[in-house]
């Protein structure tokens, strides 16, 4: 599975983004998807996750302000991020595993809310 991660950019706080992550080379409706980022100086955190059957899961600094739906048919994960905070500035990477054995990480996208 590769993964294109996109929608990234410049907001101001309180403003909103969509990430989108679109999979190829296989289907992906049986796999858990997740955002993870990371921010400079910082390791890298999860976010949110959808697995297969649609429940999701939230960090709890984003819980309420992120919703994490996938489109199976478009092999696609979305991060659609409200309310945004400088303290969400960072790089978004998106996430496609299943078991132990495929885990599978797009290339990122640059979060940047200015005050």
């Known amino acids: 599975v590769q993964l294109q991660a996109s929608g990234g950019g410049l907001v101001q706080a309180g403003g909103s983004l969509r990430l989108s992550c679109a999979a190829s080379?296989?289907?992906?409706?049986?796999?858990?998807l997740a955002w993870y980022r990371q921010a400079p100086g910082n390791e890298r955190e999860w976010v949110a996750r959808i697995i297969a059957n649609g429940a999701t899961d939230y960090a709890h600094s984003v819980k309420g302000r992120f919703t994490i739906p996938r489109d199976n048919a478009k092999r696609t994960s979305y991060l659609q991020m409200n309310s945004l905070k400088p303290e969400d500035t960072a790089v978004y990477y998106c996430?496609?595993?299943?078991?132990?054995?495929?885990?599978?990480w797009g290339q990122g996208t640059q979060v940047t809310v200015s005050s």
């Open positions: 996430n496609c595993r299943r078991g132990f054995t495929d885990d599978y």
């Open positions: 080379g296989r289907t992906i409706n049986t796999f858990t």
